[in-house]
């Protein structure tokens, strides 16, 4: 759980970063102008970012009685240069986040990404976002806010045969947004069968 002090460096934090990427999309859109075909692509996250600022911001508006109770940032993690493999999937998941926000910027090679919101494996439950996403791609930024327990986005090769390679390197940021004092996130390595917490600490699985 954050201290006082951590949450509002949090929120400091991720509402400077939100900026950044909403930034990033606007000259991305004023891009996607100039190229039709990428317009609709990029107001669809600028939409997002814009939806997930206003959510950010509820905290410091909100006056209920028990402050805990309150949806705000319970939990975020920074990851740089994390490799990024065909078949062994990187997932980025969230337990009892009202709001799973991502933020990445794929620098080398590319991934392909698929979203989770459900309470268990229910294979209904996950959708394949259709565009791959490369180094030569802008920032990246999605949102997943159904009224499910868990959530995860996964980085993966959509097209690979059986063998295993790295296909590319990916700085990301996750951001756990919740009414659940409790709520965290984490990101999972199945290389190593292992998911890593925001503080470091590391959880075979």
Request: charged share 20%; hydrophobic share 40%; glycine share 6%.
């Amino acid at each position: 759980m954050l201290t006082g002090m951590q949450e509002r460096q949090f929120n400091i934090h991720n509402s400077t970063g939100l900026l950044a990427a909403m930034l990033c999309s606007v000259f991305s859109l004023q891009s996607g102008r100039r190229h039709p075909q990428k317009a609709e692509f990029f107001e669809r996250v600028l939409t997002r970012l814009v939806s997930l600022a206003l959510v950010s911001l509820l905290p410091f508006f909100a006056h209920a009685d028990d402050p805990t109770s309150q949806l705000t940032l319970r939990d975020a993690i920074y990851l740089y240069k994390k490799d990024i493999r065909s078949l062994s999937y990187m997932s980025l998941a969230g337990f009892d986040c009202d709001v799973l926000q991502l933020v990445l910027d794929v620098e080398s090679g590319y991934t392909d990404l698929a979203m989770f919101e459900g309470s268990g494996g229910d294979s209904d439950a996950y959708l394949k976002y259709p565009d791959r996403i490369e180094a030569r791609h802008p920032m990246f930024a999605y949102a997943l806010y159904r009224d499910m327990p868990f959530k995860s986005f996964d980085f993966y090769d959509a097209r690979t045969g059986t063998a295993d390679s790295r296909i590319g390197t990916a700085t990301l940021f996750g951001y756990c947004f919740s009414t659940k004092p409790s709520a965290r996130v984490v990101f999972c390595d199945d290389t190593q069968r292992t998911c890593v917490t925001s503080d470091g600490a590391s959880i075979p699985y």
